[in-house]
């Protein structure tokens, strides 16, 4: 489920079609899980580091569990970039309107 939602990118004068907001929505989820990936990754002590790297090849459920069970200020973490994505897309919201034919 994506953080995002076309009544708040209306709310702020952004209007898309369906097909484009589907789209708008997958690359602010894949922006957004980007960014708190490399938050939690500088929260990260060296071993932790390791341990984490180690995971890549583990499914995506043990290693949600490993990060809520080693990174004290997720909840912090994700909260702060949330607000931060939103509010750039707030800040620049008339560049990103569908043109009008």
Do not use: C, Y
Not at 37 to 56: A, G, P, R, T, V
């Amino acid at each position: 489920m994506s953080a995002l939602t076309n009544e708040f990118l209306e709310s702020i004068g952004i209007n898309l079609n369906k097909e484009t907001f589907v789209e708008f929505s997958s690359h602010f989820d894949e922006t957004l899980k980007e960014r708190i990936l490399s938050d939690i990754i500088d929260e990260l002590s060296d071993d932790q580091l390791i341990e984490f790297e180690q995971l890549k090849d583990v499914d995506g459920d043990h290693v949600w569990h490993w990060i809520q069970n080693n990174v004290k200020d997720l909840k912090d973490i994700i909260q702060e970039e949330v607000d931060i994505l939103l509010g750039e897309l707030a800040e620049n919201s008339d560049q990103i309107n569908e043109p009008t034919s």
